[in-house]
């Protein structure tokens, strides 16, 4: 189990851009499939962005293109790079770590962070 906390969160205006952060404590992170997950009021959590030991990402189609996921071993932390927001990417942005390589699912993510709030907004 790893602690993870998350930042960057705001208001921006469709067409903007932002960047979260997932701060993750302990020796081992290095070795951690990261996601990023969105829920907004009312709907499923979703999987957004994916990214496992090796740097191999995965988007979901609805932002594709868009986002981009990143990490730094060196220094524990998983990036969420958003550009070109709309609307409907307003939501709550959780970070979430597992071993399991192969992680989808919410409930293949054994550690979560608190989520940050991301409204997109004119």
């Known amino acids: 189990q790893v602690q993870l906390v998350e930042s960057g969160g705001g208001l921006v205006q469709p067409g903007g851009s932002l960047r979260l952060s997932c701060a993750a404590s302990g020796s081992i992170f290095r070795i951690n499939t990261m996601g990023w997950y969105r829920q907004a009021p009312g709907k499923q959590r979703e999987l957004v962005a994916r990214i496992d030991s090796g740097g191999s990402p995965y988007y979901a189609d609805s932002v594709k293109g868009r986002f981009t996921i990143s990490r730094d071993n060196a220094k524990n932390t998983v990036y969420l790079q958003m550009n070109s927001l709309k609307p409907e990417d307003t939501a709550v942005y959780y970070c979430?770590?597992?071993?399991?390589?192969?992680?989808?699912?919410?409930?293949?993510?054994?550690?979560w962070g608190q989520g940050t709030q991301v409204t997109v907004s004119s």
């Open positions: 979430a770590s597992t071993l399991y390589s192969g992680a989808y699912s919410p409930k293949d993510f054994d550690s």
